[in-house]
Structure formats: C-alpha cells, structure tokens
T-cell receptor, first 114, second 114 residues
C-alpha cells in the first residue's frame, strides 16, 4: 500500500514553543488531512487541505498542502499543555467515485514540558 | 449528538474464539471503515463500505470479515482470532466517499488475543 513518511516521530518541547511536523510521500495525494489523537480516544480531525499550495489555519494550528502534492506540513504556535497527543497526517488519492481509503502516517508524539 | 459508537471498548479473548466488534453511527453516513492501530505502524485500513451491501478490502484484510446490512451498522468479525490481531481498532464513517468528506472516528476497541 501507500507509504507516508511522517516526522519527527516524537517531540519534546517546552510550553510556549512552536512545533513543526511534516509528512512526505512518493505518490501524489488529492487531499491531506491532519488528525490529533488523545489517549484512549479516536483521532479527531484538525485541518483538511484540498488544493496544492493551500495554507489553512485553525486557531494556533496552520497546515499547508505542498505544491508537489506529495507533502504537507503542520505547525502549532505557542504550544500549551493540552496540545499533548499524537498527531497523524493522512492522504487521500481519489477525488471522487474511487475506492481509496485514507493512508495514515505513523504519527508524531508531542510531549510538552512545563 | 453525532457519534460513532464501538463496542466493546476492551476485549480479551483466546485464539480461535470467534468475536464481533460492533460499530454504529447516527449520522446517516454512507461510508464506513475499519482501521487497526499498532505501535510504530500508525492506522491501517482493514475494510471499508461505500454503502449498504457494498464492502471492499483495505490494506490489511486478512483474518477479518465485515458486513453492511444496514446503513448505520458495520460490524467487524474475527472468525478465528490469532495473537497477531491484538491491536487497537477504530471504526470511522463519513457522509459519502468523495473528496472533502471528513471521517469521524469511534473511541476505539482494544483487543487482546491470548
């Protein structure tokens, strides 16, 4: 199946710092999604990107759909303790009528030190 | 409240004993899907369903079955569970399978096969 390379695998940062993570693929995706998973819960969608070059914000979160359509970035500004969790990128190939599911990255585990 | 409900949340079983994990959504979504999450591997799709009576294999379907007799329910069946199926399972649904549709995840089912 498709492979998404998500990095870094984990991050240890101080509260208030900015965070950056990214996903890359050898294949083109039509949609990029970023999810956050809290312990004991399912992933929750943070940001969805539908067009190459698109830059979208959701509060302190900003994500970009790479121009090549093979990568995406997520930035979190001024991190706070509740940002702790695992962040997943996901790519979708089909733009309609297809049978492709989401391909997920392996996750970035964010740990914030007070 | 819109939600995807999985049951049970936790399950311990023995090799070879058939089990079913139920998934139900109350959003009248057409598309439903099952994923398994394993450390270091992220989420991988097991099976998906585009609508009632329409199911297809995802990336890791071996050892699993599904059915979609009603729109709201999408049970995952393990006919003869094996220890390598010990994992965290998530059901997800979305309105329909085209781009720009967001998948909503259940809270997860943690399965241990002894």
């Amino acid at each position: 199946g498709q492979q998404l390379n998500q990095s870094p695998q984990s991050m240890f940062i101080q509260e208030g710092e900015d965070v950056s993570m990214n996903c890359t693929s050898s294949s083109i995706f039509n949609t990029w999604l970023w999810y956050k998973q809290d312990p004991g819960e399912g992933p929750v969608l943070l940001i969805a990107l539908y067009k190459a070059g698109e830059l979208t914000s959701n509060g302190r979160l900003t994500a970009q759909f790479g121009i090549t359509r093979k990568d995406s970035f997520l930035n979190i500004s001024a991190s706070i303790p509740s940002d702790v969790g695992i962040y997943f990128c996901a790519g979708q190939r089909s733009s309609g009528g297809g049978a492709d599911g989401l391909t997920f990255g392996k996750g970035t585990h964010l740990i914030i030190q007070p | 409240e819109a939600q995807v409900t999985q049951n049970p949340r936790y399950l311990i079983t023995v090799t070879g004993k058939k089990l079913t994990v139920t998934c139900s959504q109350n959003m009248n979504h057409e598309y439903m899907s099952w994923y398994r999450q394993d450390p270091g591997l992220g989420l991988r799709q097991i099976y998906y369903s585009m609508n009632v009576e329409v199911t297809d294999k995802g990336d890791v379907p071996e050892g699993y079955k599904v059915s979609r007799k009603e729109k709201r329910n999408f049970p995952l069946i393990l006919e003869s569970p094996s220890p390598n199926q010990t994992s965290l399972y998530f059901c997800a649904s979305s309105l329909e399978w085209i781009a720009k549709n967001i998948q909503y995840f259940g809270a997860g089912t943690r399965l241990s096969v002894l």
